[in-house]
């Protein structure tokens, strides 16, 4: 079975007990399920066929694109939407009928620098962005967490701004010998994470390299040992 089908066959697995629970109850509902990833059923389609329209509540397990064409959808027509398994709001704001089960990305954003001044000591903390809005913008939720923190051993955070073209060695030149390098990539889009874990690999051919929280993906990366656990944010630890 391809990778790509076990979220969507796992949200619907957890629906259905769901369901269950809720007819044993008494319930009746009537629940449409779409398969968003076929043809037919993709969001635009069933959005333009006004398939939705008389719907009560929306349960997605979406991700951008999608997510943003639901959540206007539901601001137009009034209509809940619960956004079941996307890591972050997607950017999305303003929208009273758009819930997101998960924490927000300024919330996990925040937890990740707690979690690094405060966990490792004589440490450099390394943020590497690319030069977009949205990743300016995480990084503009570190520096926050950063100048809000009341905390006598926290570490200057060190900002880079990388490309495709930037070099391995001018990387490198961001990382330190007698340290851990704690390196924050704000790149949340599988193939972005892939090239910058690429570049950072060849400067720790002999150090432990773990990764919290990287997309699908991440652990094929190679020269580093990493470790995937969810879709969120990308926090790469290399101990000489």
């Not at 979220?7 to 044993?24: C, K, M, N, R, V």
């Not at 109850?25 to 990833?37: A, E, P, R």
């Not at 950017?91 to 009928?97: A, E, F, L, Q, T």
């Not at 590497?128 to 939720?141: C, D, K, Q, S, V």
């Amino acid at each position: 079975m391809p990778r790509y089908v076990l979220p969507g066959l796992e949200f619907y697995e957890g629906a259905q007990l769901a369901l269950d629970s809720l007819s044993h109850l008494g319930m009746k509902l009537n629940v449409q399920v779409y398969d968003s990833k076929s043809r037919q059923n993709d969001v635009a389609s069933l959005i333009r066929n006004r398939r939705l329209d008389n719907t009560d509540l929306i349960i997605g397990s979406v991700s951008v694109p999608e997510i943003k064409a639901l959540s206007d959808f539901a601001k137009q027509k009034e209509i809940n939407f619960v956004s079941a398994t996307y890591p972050n709001d997607g950017g999305i704001s303003g929208n009273p009928y758009f819930l997101i089960t998960n924490s927000t990305l300024r919330s996990n954003v925040e937890a990740v620098h707690d979690y690094v001044q405060r966990g490792f000591a004589n440490k450099n903390i390394v943020v590497l962005r690319r030069n977009t809005p949205f990743e300016a913008g995480i990084y503009a939720n570190i520096k926050a967490a950063y100048d809000r923190m009341d905390y006598d051993k926290k570490t200057r955070i060190r900002e880079v701004v990388w490309s495709d073209a930037t070099t391995e060695a001018q990387l490198s030149q961001s990382l330190l010998t007698d340290r851990p390098n704690l390196i924050i990539v704000t790149a949340l889009d599988e193939n972005g994470a892939k090239t910058i874990l690429r570049k950072l690999a060849p400067n720790a051919p002999l150090t432990r390299c773990t990764s919290s929280a990287c997309p699908p993906g991440c652990d094929e990366v190679q020269g580093a040992r990493l470790r995937r656990d969810h879709d969120l944010l990308h926090f790469a630890l290399l101990q000489r």
